[in-house]
């Protein structure tokens, strides 16, 4: 399977970090999601029961992330990573959690995982 449902930059307000003064604070993490998907089925009925609802996800995601308040952005992207799975059947996905400003003098920080089979 080659096609993909995409997105970009979703932005999610949540505590995450490990140290005391992060628990206290919501900071922005920003998700970025490549998702296989056949998109001949949707790309044929033009009906978005057949697709892979990026809205969806998007707001799946969110609530995932602020309910989780995870320490480490790798708890966060091994737990969402088997949310989306498990929730909307998604056989392969590649998932970019970044945490802008917690390094000053970079413009982003963060970790990436693949999961599953192509
Ligand atoms: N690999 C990681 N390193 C660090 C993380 C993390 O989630 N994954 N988190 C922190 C702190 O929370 C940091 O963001 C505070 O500025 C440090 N390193």
Redesign the pocket.
Known sequence: MVDSVLIEGLEVETV????DW?RRINQCLLVDLEMAWDNRVPGASDDVSDALDYAAVSERVTACLKGLQ???????AEVLAGELQEVFGVTWLRLTLR?PG??PAAQA?G?RIERGQR
């Open positions: 995450v970090g490990v140290y992060e995870p320490k480490l952005l790798e708890r966060g945490k917690a390094v920080v970790v």
